[in-house]
């Protein structure tokens, strides 16, 4: 009798079960159109035009833009080994750290010295207390003995310098207390890799209007009380530019000024200490083409290569795709967070050897 009861119960299972996963796949994958929500709207062009896969690079490349992704000896070997099949001659990674952290990292990077370049970061330890300074510029110093070649990813968003290991919240690039490391860096000729401010999107309003609202929301910033505004963050990073001539100054991401390149533009014709690299911003500038053409055709000896997207084979190969086809109207998911269509830029053979490789020897330490 058990056994019967057993049977018809695995029956009754069975037929449940029937009866529910093609309502579920139903619901996961036949939504109808008015239920598919923003976030998962995930595009797929079916223009019969032009599809560019790029394996390597046109040229070798010096990429001034990553981060200590890879945490143990297998992974920086991979690394390399990518690197080695994408054309990357060199990659800077930027540390942000100080300390034993960083004397860690470059005792890990360093064993392929040909092939990374390491910054350190800022110790802001007491900058809110009076004497601030001596003890930063001697840990500068001590990191610079070890083997550092630059300082960075320095970054602020609004609240203050925040990227390094100690937070200094309310001091921001061009405060008076950041005059003497930003001097040092001169006399040292370390260049300083900063990143003000967050693309444009993300500071406004999160609503129908908003067309990159579906990466924005994420990383928004319009909702953030006592937080400087786009606009004031640029000044911040135009007034320290200003203030030390002899420093040499990479700006991360086109200074966040994808949406207005005209800012980071004027700044360029001002400042010959200035430089910007394009890390993590394909996706922004890959909408508007010709526009960014032009602008990289006019600026090209002050920008730089950079990714800050991990060591991923693909990853490369998207930034190649955008950078060196000409191909319409494609979508990439996998890296980027916007919705929208993308457009490779062509640029010309001269443009790409600088943007590359040369422009970035004109400002890494020999």
Same mark, same amino acid.
């Given at each position: 009798m058990k056994s019967i009861i057993t049977a018809k119960g695995n029956l009754r299972s069975l037929l449940l079960a029937l009866l529910v996963v093609p309502f579920l796949i139903y619901s996961n994958e036949d939504k109808s159109p008015e239920d598919i929500l923003l976030k998962n709207y995930r595009p797929?062009?079916? =223009?019969? @035009?032009?599809k560019t896969y790029i394996e390597k690079a046109k040229y070798p490349i010096i990429d001034v833009h990553s981060h200590p992704y890879a945490k143990k000896r297998e992974q920086i070997e991979?690394? @390399?080994k990518n690197m080695d099949e994408l054309g990357v001659e060199k990659t800077v990674i930027l540390t942000m750290a100080v300390g034993g952290k960083f004397d860690s990292l470059y005792d890990m990077y360093s064993k392929y010295p040909d092939r990374f370049e390491l910054w350190c970061g800022f110790d802001y330890s007491g900058y809110d207390e009076d004497g601030f300074g001596?003890?930063?510029?001697?840990?500068?110093?001590?990191?610079?003995? @070890?083997?550092?070649?630059? @300082?960075?990813?320095?970054?602020? *968003?609004? *609240?203050?310098? +925040?990227?390094?290991?100690? *937070?200094?919240w309310g001091m921001h690039l061009d405060d008076e207390r950041m005059d003497p490391l930003l001097e040092k860096c001169a006399e040292l000729k370390l260049p300083v890799s900063i990143h003000v401010?967050?693309? *444009?999107? &993300? =500071?406004?309003? &999160?609503?129908s209007t908003n067309d990159g609202m579906m990466n924005a929301l994420e990383w928004r910033l319009d909702n953030q009380e006592g937080i400087l505004s786009h606009e004031e963050m640029i000044q911040t990073l135009e007034n320290a530019v200003k203030k030390h001539p002899n420093t040499i100054f990479l700006v991360c991401h086109l200074a966040n000024?994808?949406?207005d390149l005209k800012i980071l533009g004027d700044m360029f014709d001002k400042y010959p200490n200035l430089f910007a690299d394009i890390g993590a911003r394909y996706a922004e500038i890959a909408p508007i083409p010709r =526009?960014?053409?032009? +602008? +990289?055709?006019k600026y090209q #000896?002050?920008?730089?290569?950079?990714? #800050?997207m991990g060591y991923d084979k693909e990853m490369y190969r998207i930034t190649f795709r955008i950078l060196e086809s000409s191909d319409e109207h494609f979508y990439e998911h996998?890296? +980027?967070g916007y919705h929208w269509s993308l457009y490779g830029l062509g640029l010309s053979d001269e443009i790409l050897k600088k943007l590359y490789r040369t422009n970035a020897l004109k400002i890494l330490k020999k």
């Open positions: 797929k062009s079916i =223009y019969n @035009v032009q991979q690394w @390399v001596p003890n930063a510029i001697a840990e500068l110093e001590r990191c610079v003995k @070890v083997g550092a070649k630059g @300082v960075g990813e320095l970054g602020d *968003k609004g *609240k203050g310098l +925040f990227y390094c290991q100690t *937070k200094a401010a967050d693309p *444009k999107w &993300m =500071y406004e309003k &999160m609503d000024c994808s949406y =526009y960014v053409g032009e +602008f +990289f055709e #000896d002050r920008i730089l290569y950079g990714t #800050d996998e890296q +980027f």
